[in-house]
């Protein structure tokens, strides 16, 4: 170990998990890809007002757990905490939307950071994918994101995880609903900092997982006896959709997420296998977001899956993705012209699209042997000075462990006709 370790709530990824990593990132981008969405990268860092105004002064993401920092120049940055305020900004300065081809669906994958409290799933640098399908507001786009989320998940072969959804209204009955739940939580026996959060985002309190809290809040208003005419419509319509494409999800009238800037459809993907870390992925609609960051009126919809907790989902349901080998053919040279050759018949291997590697640094058969098997290679070629006196390399199934001699020439057909 050097003097340095990775720091406090953060960790490397390293080979061979790291490849699961890699595939859980395509996974979820791969049917974003295949429905019209097209990539987009932001920076790592904004200025600071931008998640202020567009994540919301009230949240803990905001208050408690951005990492900010004063540039030389005097600019005020934070490292980003989350995806859909920078996708919104880059887009709008980017007038995608002006491009008169509405909505403008993106999807991205970066690293996010929060101060918060390191625990099992929860990290100050985490990894996410999402998406974003900017300027219509359309039932139709909601429910496609769900099922988007839904489809990345079944296709890595998760099953423990559920969809909790809601409706947090508009700006016509949210206002209303929000005043009835302020004066019901006034009453109620609480500590300061929650009592503060009642005058500034009275709905977080809601999602306040405290026993004693939670009890208090059985006789609470319910936003879903304020929704107005609209937003109800709006919502039958999403479940109704869901419904029909056979995705199976739960309604959580409790559902309230961390962010201030959403509107209707909220929903967040849960997994059983995680412990209090359970929300692998959420995501809503959040219709007034340009606005509060100097927009246009554009009403969208996104979600970010979170890849760390995806990964311990894989792994809490005992799930091994069927990775493709990373190496199919390693070399094996025995001797200083044998070096020379089988390097040339691995480069022509890897210019021909088969994953080779090559024994280096001239180690004797017995450790190069192992290299090989460690791998994880499907085949070996070995060869010394008699195998290339007669023209020949030695071509050995590393699951079989049968080994036949192969013509030079021929070595990267019949590899190539083997590993189909
Ligand atoms: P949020 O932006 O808070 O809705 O987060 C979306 C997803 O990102 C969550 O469901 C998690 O999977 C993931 N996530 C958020 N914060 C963290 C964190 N501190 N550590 C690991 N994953 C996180």
Redesign the pocket.
């Given at each position: 170990m050097s003097t340095f370790q990775a720091p406090k709530g953060t960790y490397d990824l390293t080979p061979p998990r790291s490849a699961t990593f890699l595939a859980v990132r395509e996974a979820i981008a791969a049917p974003l890809r295949d429905s019209g969405y097209g990539y987009i990268e932001t920076p790592g860092f904004e200025n600071v007002e931008l998640f202020a105004r567009g994540v919301g002064e009230s949240t803990d993401i905001v208050t408690k757990e951005m990492y900010t920092l004063t540039t030389k120049g005097g600019d005020q940055l934070a490292l980003r905490p989350?995806g859909t305020a920078s996708v919104l900004r880059a887009a709008l300065e980017a007038n995608l939307h002006k491009a008169g081809n509405l909505p403008v669906k993106l999807w991205y994958s970066g690293s996010?950071y929060?101060y918060?409290r390191p625990q099992a799933?929860?990290?100050?640098h985490?990894s996410?994918v999402g998406a974003e399908a900017i300027g219509t507001e359309d039932p139709v786009l909601d429910a496609e994101l769900i099922i988007l989320a839904d489809q990345a998940y079944r296709s890595l072969g998760l099953r423990q995880f559920r969809i909790l959804l809601n409706s947090l209204g508009d700006k016509e009955c949210r206002p209303v609903y929000r005043e009835a739940l302020q004066t019901f939580l006034r009453d109620l026996d609480l500590d300061e900092e929650t009592r503060r959060r009642i005058e500034i985002n009275p709905l977080r309190v809601l999602d306040d997982k405290r026993a004693d809290v939670q009890k208090q809040l059985t006789d609470a208003p319910k936003l879903r006896d304020y929704l107005c005419d609209a937003c109800k419509a709006y919502h039958e319509e999403v479940r109704a959709l869901l419904t029909a494409a056979g995705v199976v999800y739960e309604d959580d009238e409790k559902l309230v997420?961390?962010?201030d800037y959403y509107t209707r459809t909220t929903f967040?993907f849960v997994h059983d296998g995680l412990g209090s870390q359970s929300?692998?992925?959420?995501g809503g609609r959040y219709d007034g977001l340009s606005e509060m960051i100097g927009g246009p009126e554009l009403p969208s919809v996104g979600w970010?899956?979170?890849v760390?907790?995806t990964v311990l989902a894989l792994e809490a349901e005992g799930i091994e993705l069927d990775l493709p080998y990373a190496t199919s053919v390693y070399a094996v040279p025995l001797g200083e012209e044998a070096r020379r050759v089988l390097f040339g018949v691995v480069t022509g291997l890897r210019r021909a699209g088969i994953a080779a590697d090559f024994a280096f640094g001239g180690r004797g058969l017995k450790g190069a042997m192992k290299s090989a098997n460690r791998s994880g290679a499907r085949y070996a070629l070995v060869a010394g000075e008699r195998d290339l006196a007669e023209g020949v390399v030695q071509l050995k199934d590393m699951e079989s462990g049968e080994q036949s001699a192969v013509p030079l020439t021929e070595v990267a057909a019949e590899l190539a006709k083997r590993l189909g």
């Open positions: 989350e996010y929060r918060e799933g929860r990290y100050r985490f996410q997420r961390g962010l967040e929300a692998v992925g959420g970010a899956l979170g760390d907790r």
